[in-house]
């Protein structure tokens, strides 16, 4: 009888203790980490690998490599490692995605996709000829007056976006 009630209690406790865990992420973090790891799901079964934790390296890296082949920008490898690196953290296991193998496979992939940014500065003569182009625009005079107010503003006093707007994000 003790034996029962010990039982139950410790299965309460598991429970309540699993509910406390899956809160600690965030519901867009969950999706990703979820999407992640359903990712590499799909991966290993078309492969006929195994998907239980813990992954080995080895198969991550291929993962990782199939992923590059498909033209994924840099930006979207860390990411990924970070969400099957939490599934092994909380499956309890050794966490094989920090292996030397696979964070030379982040710097050679940052090197190879490294994206230039591709943003000018805005000069004088761009701001004139956005400033005209924006005369001739279809828009109410008084919209025309605000963009230019804004774009003038901006350009100025070295202002970005969010600064001179109104977001329900800011």
């Not at 890296?61 to 099957?84: E, M, V």
């Amino acid at each position: 009888s003790h034996q029962r009630v010990f039982s139950s209690g410790v299965a309460a406790l598991r429970g309540q203790s699993l509910d406390i865990l899956a809160s600690a992420l965030t519901p867009a973090s969950k999706r990703a980490y979820d999407a992640a790891w359903n990712k590499f799901a799909t991966f290993a079964d078309f492969h006929g690998l195994p998907c239980s934790l813990p992954l080995p390296s080895d198969h991550i890296l291929w993962f990782l490599t199939d992923l590059f082949n498909r033209g994924l920008s840099y930006a979207s490898f860390p990411p990924l490692l970070s969400a099957l690196s939490y599934h092994h953290k909380m499956g309890g296991v050794v966490d094989s995605t920090k292996s030397f193998q696979l964070q030379q496979f982040l710097v050679s992939v940052k090197r190879k996709r490294s994206s230039r940014d591709s943003r000018q500065p805005l000069t004088h003569n761009i701001l004139a000829t956005l400033l005209l182009q924006l005369e001739r625009s279809a828009l109410p005079v008084y919209d025309r007056r605000l963009f230019a107010a804004m774009f003038l503003l901006a350009f100025h006093f070295g202002l970005r976006l969010g600064e001179i707007t109104r977001s329900p994000h800011n």
